[in-house]
């Protein structure tokens, strides 16, 4: 069955840090997402991203984070000069008929 | 905007007990709704959704949910629970708004423990 895939699983970054977020979303799906999950919270959404442009934001994704879709293949997420309280979960995610498809997530820890 | 709440925060059963997991959102438009599983140190699966049609909705490993709309309600059942069903599970909501684009709001999450 196909899958999204994220790397790295885990990433540990100095505070004021740049990270960027990998994703590989499942090949024919159209509609791309990040949502993180913060230690003990809810998953909360942050972005929507369609036909290579934001569609839709929460806000929570203020100018510190961008996505890009690179090349046919990638999606990622950028935080530019990472906080503390950006250490959580971060679950890439694309849909199609089928659904809504999440990949196993980036642990992220902001030292 | 949607909201989804979930009436338990933790459920502790026995093996082959029954399992009811409480879903209920707030939203005046049509809605697609869904349970996701997160097994401990592993992602979100998808166990079932619903977009339209029969309201009650089988999913894998023997779950299956129920759609009430007169009291926005998605409740997720099993009638028999194994150990290996320990996980936190997560109901969640998506506005119909265009095909194939799902928003999630999701609740809180019930963790559940199976007691061997």
């Known amino acids: 069955e196909p899958e999204v895939t994220q790397t790295p699983s885990h990433q540990v970054t100095q505070m004021g840090q740049e990270v960027i977020l990998r994703c590989v979303p499942i090949s024919n799906h159209l509609y791309f997402y990040w949502y993180r999950q913060i230690l003990g919270q809810k998953v909360e959404f942050l972005v929507s991203f369609y036909n290579n442009e934001i569609s839709e934001k929460s806000e929570i994704f203020d100018d510190q984070f961008s996505v890009e879709r690179p090349d046919g293949s990638n999606f990622t997420l950028k935080i530019r000069s990472t906080k503390l309280e950006d250490s959580a979960m971060y679950f890439c995610?694309?849909?199609?008929?089928?659904?809504?498809?999440f990949g196993p997530g980036t642990r992220l820890l902001v030292l | 905007a949607q909201s989804v709440s979930q009436h338990n925060h933790h459920v502790i059963l026995s093996e082959a007990a029954s399992l009811e997991l409480g879903c209920n959102y707030s939203?005046?438009?049509?809605?697609?709704l869904f349970w996701y599983v997160q097994y401990p140190g592993q992602h979100l699966q998808l166990l079932l959704k619903y977009f339209s049609g029969d309201p009650l909705v089988k999913g894998i490993k023997g779950f299956e949910a129920e759609f009430i709309k007169s009291k926005f309600s998605f409740n997720l059942r099993k009638p028999s629970v194994q150990w290996s069903d320990t996980a936190e599970y997560f109901c969640?909501?998506?506005?119909?708004?265009?095909?194939?684009?799902?928003?999630?709001?999701f609740g809180a999450g019930t963790t559940v423990t199976v007691r061997a």
């Open positions: 969640a909501v998506s506005p119909l708004l265009f095909i194939n684009d799902y928003k999630l709001s």
């Open positions: 939203y005046g438009g049509t809605v697609n």
């Open positions: 995610a694309s849909s199609g008929k089928a659904g809504k498809y």
